[in-house]
């Protein structure tokens, strides 16, 4: 029985050696572990074996068939790919719906950064909303205390569509429809793809991200308003950051700043990705203007608020170190996928 389960296994072997196809493969399968294949046959001839020989028997069969098995399964795989490769070198052409790959797919580097701003917010307390991306003036700017031909709308142009409606500029735009919705007290933070019209280089996109966020509470101050931006930016690059805090000017908040990162990726030197200034523009927030929290119906006598609003995409440069933001927009998968 030995050397009949070995001679089987070699005659195996050497065919697997010589085939050329998955038809070929198929019949191989079909002569050795098919219904009349050899490994049947041996099956038959154990009935025959003396009783206190049977169990070595079997078992030399068994581990006979498992090779057979493992060995038609990692062939057939080969073979498909084979011949996929032959298919797509012979006709030029390639369907990417068709599953030729078993490589994992990877969460983009907004993403990413996106989840762990949000999973530190939410642990404070705020709630995690959603608004489009198609919104109209009154909430783009008009809510925002922008009123029409204010010089502050020439600074986020964006691309309008013909019912008069526009792609957001901002995260901000959904200020008064959350305000709205849950009224006061309020924590909440909402990311959100924006659109201007924009020359591009290392730091500006036409297409970027933002998370905007809101606190509207009695008593609340600016020490308020540092002390969030200090945890998040403390928990999201894990190391102590530089920041600095200069008056900014936005219509929707009084008072208002722009709150700057020393750049990452040169260290304060000055780079392209921070345009040679050695700091980057990525957090401006302010307390909340009173006109903006009433168009939002929340009682200026008993509330104050603050805003911000984080330039999500910024953030991701800081903290994977890509110098180039136009990186984060290409499609490049060899450079997206190296962050998970
Ligand atoms: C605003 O968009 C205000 N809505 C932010 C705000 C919210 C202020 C609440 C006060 C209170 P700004 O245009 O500066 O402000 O954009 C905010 C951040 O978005 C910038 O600091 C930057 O990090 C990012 N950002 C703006 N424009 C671009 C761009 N073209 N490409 C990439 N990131 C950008």
Known sequence: MIEKTTKI???FQSRIASVTGLADLESVHQDFLGKKGRIQELMQELKTV???KKREAGQLINACKQFMESLLEET???LEKKEWENKINSTGTFDPSLLISREQGSYHPITLIQREVEAVFASMGFTIEDYPEIVDDYHCFEALNIPPFHPARDMQDTYYLSTGQLLKTHTS???NYI???YGAPLRAIFPGRCFRNESTDACHENTFFQMEGIMIDENISISNLIYFM???LSEVFGKPVEVRLRPG????????FELDIKCLICGGEGCPSCKDSGWLELCPCGMIHPKVLEYGGIDTEKYTGFAFGLGLTRLAMMKYGIKDIRTLNSGNLKALSQFN
């Open 9 to 11: 296994r070699n005659d």
């Open 50 to 52: 003396p009783n206190e």
């Open 76 to 78: 057939q795989e080969k």
């Open 173 to 175: 735009a959904a200020q």
């Open 179 to 181: 305000m709205r919705k």
């Open 230 to 232: 200090k945890v998040m």
């Open 249 to 256: 000017f936005f219509p929707f908040v009084e008072p208002g």
